[in-house]
T-cell receptor, first 114, second 115 residues
Framework: EAQVTQNPRYLITVTGKKLTVTCSQN?????MSWYRQDPGLGLRQIYY???????DKGDVPEGYKVSRKEKRNFPLILESPSPNQTSLYFC?????????????FGPGTRLTVT | DQQVKQNSPSLSVQEGRISILNCDYT??????FLWYKKYPAEGPTFLIS?????DKNEDGRFTVFLNKSAKHLSLHIVPSQPGDSAVYFC??????????????FGQGTTLQVKP
């Protein structure tokens, strides 16, 4: 089954404790992205990756890091989480096609930073 | 600056009637628009899209209309079914971003279809 998986699905942590949210896709997609969803703001892109070892900042990259060492994996790293990073996070992947921007989303990770 | 806006946070309709969800955008460079549906505890799933060279795209019960001069698009669901109850996100992009896979999302509209 074609899918994007994220782990963990729920996480409660404390300020400053480094954490990693994993993302994996089995569709051999080149593009992968991370979004955060906040009330009244919709989904905002954090980072994206066009291929292995190629990443760039989205609209809200502050406080986050990513890496793309393998095509299928795109982990999101919070080196020193703060309460304003409490949010619902989605990983997404898509094929590189001309006018197609259809992205496939993972189930989400709800992060609470206290 | 919210480039894609869904000004109605919620919408309630009766089963069998039409649901109309609206979306406005400000960036005239946007040339591709998508609608995603999201159920609780799940990620958004792609529903329907439209390119700026068209003004209408239809897929079963779902039709998206694009009015470029007004920078407005709408999603029509006819007839509405209880299973359509979800949050609907409008998203936009531009060919200039085709190497990034970037989408700009609206805030979402929660649709409730009452039996």
């Amino acid at each position: 089954e074609a899918q994007v998986t994220q782990n963990p699905r729920y996480l409660i942590t404390v300020t400053g404790k480094k954490l990693t949210v994993t993302c994996s896709q089995n569709m051999n997609h080149e593009y992968m992205s991370w979004y955060r969803q906040d009330p009244g703001l919709g989904l905002r892109q954090i980072y994206y990756s066009m291929n292995v070892e190629v990443t760039d900042k989205g609209d809200v990259p502050e406080g986050y890091k990513v890496s793309r060492k393998e095509k299928r994996n795109f982990p999101l790293i919070l080196e020193s989480p703060s309460p304003n990073q409490t949010s619902l996070y989605f990983c997404a992947s898509s094929l590189r096609t001309g006018l197609s921007y259809e992205q496939y989303f993972g189930p989400g990770t709800r992060l609470t930073v206290t | 600056d919210q480039q894609v806006k869904q000004n109605s946070p919620s919408l309630s309709v009766q089963e069998g009637r039409i649901s109309i969800l609206n979306c406005d955008y400000t960036n005239s460079m946007f040339d591709y628009f998508l609608w995603y549906k999201k159920y609780p505890a799940e990620g958004p799933t792609f529903l329907i899209s439209i390119s700026s060279i068209k003004d209408k795209n239809e897929d079963g019960r779902f039709t998206v209309f694009l009015n470029k001069s007004a920078k407005h698009l709408s999603l029509h669901i006819v007839p509405s079914q209880p299973g359509d109850s979800a949050v609907y996100f409008c998203a936009a992009s531009t060919l200039l971003w085709s190497n990034t896979g970037k989408l700009i999302f609206g805030q979402g509209t929660t649709l409730q279809v009452k039996p």
